[in-house]
């Protein structure tokens, strides 16, 4: 015996992708939830979840394809490049600045470098040339203003006697 007025059992979802469709849809319904740009975002997050192929497609576009020859060369132009990056940020004493020649002579010296420019544009050494540039510029900048400083420091102030 069916009782007739009772509501149907409410639908379990079937996937995590319905039960958090479902979630959200009933999140943004209820009246808790009243920032809009946190209404926004999930429902970007839930197109994002249903535009996986697309996205994939997207992220393609940014990959690189090498062979399996090449594979040590990459690693070794990824190391060198990854340990340039590091001394970018930081101040450059001898140590850091043999580490730096050595690392621009590891990618100078990697076969990748020459042979995949498109990969180059990938990794964006272009910008981190242009950034280990800026970096010797400035240093040369302050080295050659601090010996300025002290060449001032030592010359006789006039009206002093030594």
């Known amino acids: 015996m069916a009782a007739s007025g009772l509501a149907p059992p409410?639908?379990?979802p079937?996937?995590?992708k319905e039960l958090i469709s479902h979630t959200m849809t009933r999140w943004a319904q209820e009246d808790q939830i009243q920032d809009s740009e946190l209404v926004?975002?999930?429902f970007n997050l839930l197109r994002r979840q249903y535009d996986s192929i697309?996205?994939?497609l997207r992220a393609l576009r940014k990959t690189y394809t090498i062979s399996q020859a090449s594979v040590g060369d990459t690693i070794d132009l990824l190391a060198a490049l990854g340990?340039?990056?590091c001394l970018l940020s930081v101040r450059m004493g001898e140590e850091e600045e043999l580490l730096m020649?050595?690392?621009l002579g590891d990618i100078m010296n990697n076969k990748v470098f020459y042979q995949h420019p498109n990969l180059m544009r990938v990794l964006g050494m272009h910008e981190t040339v242009m950034e280990v540039m800026v970096n010797v510029l400035g240093a040369e900048k302050s080295q050659?203003?601090?010996q300025g400083e002290r060449s001032q420091s030592?010359?006789?102030k006039q009206g002093h006697m030594w």
């Open 40 to 42: 926004q975002m999930m």
């Open 10 to 12: 409410p639908v379990l």
């Open 101 to 103: 020649i050595h690392g």
């Open 14 to 16: 079937a996937t995590l």
């Open 144 to 146: 050659a203003s601090l």
């Open 54 to 56: 697309g996205e994939l």
């Open 83 to 85: 340990q340039i990056r």
């Open 154 to 156: 030592l010359t006789p």
